[in-house]
C-alpha cells in the first residue's frame, strides 16, 4: 500500500516590541536568567495583565499580510497546563474568539505555485524555558521569555511534504521580516514551529493520526524532523502497529523524533475567557490605518523587479527572499543602473561572502562601492577577471574599488599602439601556433590572448586585444 503524508505547521513568531505583552518587562535577548521580569511575569499574587498597544498593531500588520479576515472583536482565554517554566499555571492565549482567520499563502514547489490555506492566527504569551544540568538530576527555571509576545500561525493540514513545509515556513519569515514585526532569528526561537504529521493511504480522504513535533527552530530541522516522522509512521503501519496522537520531540543530534507525551485535545486544558482581560476591540478606522502602513511584500516585490528590471524569475525570487537584499539591490542601482549585472554580482559575490543574508547591513562593500566597481568595468579602467580581485580586496580592506585600482597599479591597458606592440612580438614567437590556427585549429584564438594577458600581468582589455590578434592572424 501507498502512504501519502500530511503536514499542518503552528508557526510561533516573536513579534519584536521592546517590551512584553502584559508587562513593561523586556523582551531583549539574552541577559541573565530572570532579569527580564516583572511581577506580572512571575505570577505574583494581586497583578493584572496590561495589554501593549504595540503587540495588537504587530499582530494586525501580520494577518492582513497574510490574506486573512479580521475580527475588531477578539478574547484572551486561560489555557491551564501545568509546567515548571508557566509559573501562573496558565497560559494567557486566544481560543474561541482569535482576532484573525481564513487566511492563505502561496507558496513555490516544482516549478509550480500551491495555496496554503491558513486556519487562524492568534497573540497568546511565550512561556519560561527550563535549562538542565548535564552533569546533575537539576533542572532550573528562566523566565525572561516568559510574557514574550507571539502570534500562532495556524495553517490547514494541506502540506504534502517536508520540502513545502519548508517552503511555507521560509515564506511567512520572509513576510514577516518585510513588514517589521518579528526578526525571524530561529537560533534565538524568534520563529519556530510545532508540525502535526500523519500519514494516509494514498488517494483517501481521511486524515490519519497525527503526532505533534514540538519546537522545531530551523528550516533543516523542519525538513529532517518531518522526513523522519513520515517514515516512522508508514514502517509502523506497514508492520501492523497502531499510530498513536502524542508530542514527540526532535533529536537533533540523532535526526530522530521521539516520544514526549501523549498529546492533549483542547478540552484537557480547559480554556475559558480570561476574567483579568476585557475583550479585545478595534475600529475599522484603526484596522485601516494598519492596513494603509504596510510596505510592499515579498510576491509584490517579485512582480516588480521582474516588470520593471527585466529579470528572470530566478534572480527576482534571490534578490526578494530577504528585505535587506532586496533593497541591496535596489540601493546599487542608484550608482549603477544595469539590474542584469547588478544582480549577477549579488548573486554570485556578494551572497558568496555572507554567512546570513541579513549581514548586508554590516557588509563592508555598500551598494554605493559595488557601483562604482561595476563603473570602472563599464568604462574600460578594469576588466572583469580583475574586478573579481579587486572585490575581494574591497571585501577584506573596506577600500573603495577606485582606491585599490589606483594604489595597486590596476587599470586595464586599452592603448592600441601598446597592445599592437605586445601582439606583434608574440605572434612573431609563435609561427608554429600561428600556422596551426590558420590551418583551422581556432582554439588557439584562446592560447594568443592568454599569452597577451599573460604579458601585461592580467591587465591587457580583452576587446581590445582580440580585435588586434584577429587582425594580425588574418594576414
Not at 513535533?213 to 516512522?232: G, P
Not at 520531540?249 to 486544558?269: C, N, P, Q
Not at 525570487?317 to 549579488?346: Q, R
Not at 582580440?466 to 588574418?474: A, F, P, V, Y
Amino acid at each position: 500500500m501507498e502512504f501519502e503524508p500530511v503536514i499542518g505547521l503552528e508557526v510561533h513568531a516573536q513579534l519584536k516590541t521592546k517590551s512584553k505583552i502584559f508587562s513593561p518587562a523586556s523582551t531583549e535577548f539574552g541577559g541573565t536568567p530572570n532579569s527580564h521580569v516583572s511581577p506580572i511575569c512571575l505570577g505574583l499574587p494581586g497583578v493584572l495583565p496590561v495589554l501593549n498597544k504595540e503587540v495588537l498593531k504587530y499582530a494586525f500588520k501580520a494577518a492582513i499580510a497574510l490574506n486573512c479576515e479580521l475580527h475588531p472583536s477578539s478574547r484572551f482565554a486561560r489555557k491551564n497546563y501545568f509546567y515548571p517554566d508557566l509559573p501562573k499555571g496558565y497560559q494567557i492565549s486566544q481560543y474561541e474568539e482569535p482576532f484573525s482567520t481564513n487566511g492563505w499563502l502561496d507558496i513555490g514547489t516544482n516549478g509550480s505555485s500551491k495555496r496554503i490555506n491558513i486556519t487562524r492566527i492568534h497573540m497568546e504569551e511565550d512561556a519560561g524555558k527550563l535549562v538542565h544540568d548535564n552533569h546533575g538530576n537539576s533542572s532550573f527555571v528562566d523566565l525572561n521569555r516568559a510574557g514574550v509576545p507571539l502570534i500562532e500561525i495556524v495553517s490547514e493540514p494541506e502540506i504534502s511534504s517536508a520540502d513545502e513545509a519548508v517552503e511555507y515556513m521560509k515564506k511567512i519569515r520572509s513576510i514577516l521580516r518585510y513588514i517589521g514585526v518579528c526578526d525571524g532569528n530561529m537560533e534565538e526561537g524568534s520563529l519556530r514551529c510545532d508540525a502535526n504529521v500523519s500519514v494516509r493511504p494514498k488517494g483517501s480522504d481521511k486524515l490519519g493520526t497525527k503526532a505533534e513535533i514540538k519546537n522545531v527552530n530551523s528550516f533543516r530541522y523542519v525538513q529532517k524532523a518531518i522526513e523522519y516522522e513520515i517514515k516512522r509512521q508508514i514502517m509502523s503501519l506497514e508492520n501492523g502497529e497502531e499510530i498513536v496522537q502524542e508530542t514527540r520531540l526532535f533529536d537533533s543530534d540523532k535526526g530522530v523524533t521521539f516520544s514526549m507525551r501523549s498529546k492533549e485535545e483542547a478540552h484537557d486544558y480547559r480554556y475559558f475567557p480570561d476574567p483579568d482581560i476585557l475583550p479585545v476591540v478595534m475600529e475599522m478606522e484603526q484596522i485601516e490605518e494598519i492596513r494603509n502602513s504596510l510596505p510592499e511584500l515579498p510576491d509584490q516585490r517579485l512582480a516588480r523587479f521582474k516588470e520593471e528590471y527585466k529579470l528572470p524569475e530566478y534572480d527576482a525570487g534571490v534578490l526578494t527572499a530577504t528585505i535587506e537584499i532586496a533593497d541591496y539591490f535596489e540601493d546599487c542601482l542608484k550608482e549603477y543602473n544595469n539590474p542584469k549585472i547588478v544582480s549577477n554580482w549579488i548573486m554570485t559575490e556578494v551572497l558568496r561572502e555572507l554567512k546570513d543574508e541579513e549581514d548586508i547591513k554590516s557588509f563592508p562593500i555598500t551598494p554605493d562601492k559595488l557601483g562604482e566597481l561595476l563603473t570602472l568595468i563599464e568604462d574600460g579602467t578594469i576588466s572583469g577577471k580583475i574586478a573579481k580581485e579587486v572585490f575581494a580586496d574591497m571585501y577584506t580592506s573596506g577600500k573603495s574599488a577606485n582606491q585599490i585600482v589606483e594604489d595597486k597599479g590596476m587599470k586595464q591597458i586599452s592603448d592600441q599602439s601598446e597592445l599592437e606592440n605586445i601582439v606583434s612580438q608574440i605572434l612573431a614567437d609563435h609561427p608554429d601556433e600561428i600556422s596551426r590556427y590558420k590551418a583551422g585549429d581556432q582554439k588557439l584564438m584562446g592560447f594568443f590572448v592568454g599569452q597577451v594577458m599573460k604579458q601585461t600581468q592580467g591587465k591587457a582589455n580583452p576587446k581590445v586585444v582580440n580585435k588586434i590578434l584577429r587582425k594580425g592572424l588574418s594576414n
